[in-house]
């Protein structure tokens, strides 16, 4: 038992959390005949609750549910995850990895993200006006434009051998790269980091 | 007029997984198939920013093996659901929306991509991050459901 609490909390390697999350596929098919993809569920809240007539938003969302309500389910797996079963030590990257961040001025590793950026404090300031408004923005406008999101496109997508999702999944990681490496440097200086 | 021809007209855009509605307990296992996969994300760390920062930096294998070997359990499901007619629990037979390329899949895609490295988090991860206790995140949240909007509010003046 103790050696399954401490399996358990351990932070799980690639070759578990992956096939598990592609699970997901065969199981919501099967469950319900449902496609498994994440960001449609903003679609859904923007129908419910301001559709404004755009009809884009005009749709019986009451069918779309179960998106929501699994979306629901994800936030309350990440609070059993981290309040039950949450890994004690600090978040391991690699070596050159905290390098790179701490040059960026991140250095705090006690939390899966991390405490410079991440916090109430920060949010009328430039840090969160970069990192919490236009990056939730940018996802959200983002991955409807490209309908779809790293569930519905890259493993949902990519699983069922639809070309277009991998041309998504190729752009998605272009437009990471490009905020990693040459976008990300900068404007973190420019917001006080 | 058809029923069905009638219901086109009332919605002229539909959603890109048109699901049949479900009732309220038979809600409940999505509710559980949530919860068990928010537990994986947090337990994998793929709600980790750091984690997100690791992979564009190309210094670890760690998330391309989740989302590599993610896909081939998925793709190996999907083979042998259609290779031996596999029904669903009510015994329809599983239908997978078709994909149409659009322009979107580029532009759309890019910029999501600008995003997720900023937040480090695509919409599963932003949930699971807020049920982390990251509430701060709730401010992604609702920053992402104005993206969204603001991106059905346009759509049509957007190139597709």
Same mark, same amino acid.
């Given at each position: 038992?103790?050696?399954?609490?401490?399996?358990?909390?351990?932070?799980?390697?690639?070759?578990?959390?992956?096939?598990?999350?592609?699970?997901?596929?065969?199981?919501?098919?099967?469950?319900?005949?449902?496609?498994?993809?994440?960001?449609?569920?903003?679609?859904?809240?923007?129908?419910?609750?301001?559709?404004?007539?755009?009809?884009?938003?005009?749709?019986?969302?009451?069918?779309?549910?179960?998106?929501?309500?699994?979306?629901?389910?994800?936030?309350?797996?990440?609070?059993?995850?981290?309040?039950?079963?949450?890994?004690?030590?600090?978040?391991?990257?690699?070596?050159?990895?905290?390098?790179?961040?701490?040059?960026?001025?991140?250095?705090?590793?006690?939390?899966?993200?991390?405490?410079?950026?991440?916090?109430?404090?920060?949010?009328?300031?430039?840090?969160?006006?970069? %990192? %919490?408004?236009?990056?939730?923005?940018?996802?959200?406008?983002?991955?409807?434009?490209?309908?779809?999101?790293?569930?519905?496109?890259?493993?949902?997508?990519?699983?069922?051998?639809?070309?277009?999702?991998?041309?998504?999944?190729?752009?998605?990681?272009?437009?990471?790269?490009?905020?990693?490496?040459?976008?990300?440097?900068?404007?973190?200086?420019?917001?006080?980091? | /007029?058809?029923?069905?021809? #009638?219901?086109?007209?009332?919605? *002229?855009?539909?959603?890109?997984?048109?699901? /049949?509605?479900?009732? !309220?307990?038979?809600?409940?296992?999505?509710?559980?198939?949530?919860?068990? @996969?928010?537990?994986?994300?947090?337990?994998?760390?793929?709600?980790?920013?750091?984690?997100?920062?690791?992979?564009?930096?190309?210094?670890? @294998?760690? /998330?391309?093996?989740?989302? &590599?070997?993610?896909?081939?359990?998925?793709?190996?499901?999907?083979?042998?659901? !259609?290779?031996?007619?596999?029904?669903? /629990? #009510? +015994?329809?037979?599983?239908?997978?929306?078709?994909?149409?390329?659009?322009?979107?899949?580029?532009? +759309?895609?890019?910029?999501?991509?600008?995003?997720?490295?900023?937040?480090?988090?695509? *919409? +599963? *991860?932003?949930?699971?991050?807020? &049920?982390?206790? @990251?509430?701060?995140?709730?401010?992604?949240?609702?920053?992402?459901?104005?993206?969204?909007?603001?991106?059905?509010?346009?759509?049509?003046?957007?190139?597709?």
């Amino acid at each position: 038992m103790e050696q399954f609490i401490e399996w358990i909390t351990q932070p799980w390697p690639w070759y578990v959390a992956g096939p598990l999350i592609g699970l997901t596929v065969p199981i919501l098919l099967l469950v319900g005949n449902k496609s498994f993809g994440i960001s449609s569920s903003l679609r859904h809240v923007c129908a419910m609750c301001v559709p404004a007539n755009i009809p884009f938003f005009t749709y019986n969302w009451r069918k779309e549910m179960w998106n929501i309500v699994f979306v629901v389910g994800v936030l309350l797996g990440g609070f059993f995850a981290t309040t039950f079963i949450s890994n004690p030590d600090t978040i391991v990257v690699a070596e050159s990895t905290q390098q790179d961040l701490a040059a960026l001025g991140i250095t705090d590793y006690s939390k899966l993200l991390p405490a410079e950026i991440f916090n109430w404090e920060n949010l009328f300031t430039g840090k969160g006006l970069l %990192f %919490f408004v236009i990056g939730g923005f940018l996802v959200g406008f983002g991955t409807r434009y490209a309908g779809g999101c790293t569930s519905g496109h890259a493993i949902m997508g990519i699983s069922s051998l639809q070309w277009p999702s991998v041309v998504a999944t190729i752009f998605f990681m272009v437009g990471g790269f490009l905020m990693t490496h040459v976008l990300l440097g900068p404007l973190m200086k420019m917001v006080g980091f | /007029m058809k029923v069905e021809e #009638k219901v086109k007209n009332i919605q *002229p855009v539909e959603c890109e997984a048109p699901n /049949m509605q479900e009732s !309220k307990d038979g809600l409940l296992k999505y509710l559980i198939i949530g919860i068990l @996969f928010g537990t994986v994300f947090v337990k994998a760390e793929i709600v980790s920013w750091f984690r997100i920062q690791e992979m564009f930096r190309l210094q670890s @294998f760690f /998330m391309y093996g989740v989302i &590599g070997s993610a896909i081939a359990v998925g793709a190996l499901s999907i083979f042998l659901i !259609k290779k031996f007619n596999i029904k669903t /629990m #009510k +015994g329809e037979t599983v239908n997978i929306p078709k994909k149409e390329f659009r322009k979107g899949q580029i532009i +759309g895609g890019f910029i999501f991509g600008l995003g997720w490295a900023l937040t480090g988090a695509c *919409p +599963g *991860p932003l949930f699971a991050q807020i &049920g982390s206790g @990251f509430t701060v995140i709730l401010v992604t949240l609702v920053s992402a459901i104005a993206g969204t909007w603001v991106y059905g509010r346009f759509s049509d003046k957007l190139p597709n």
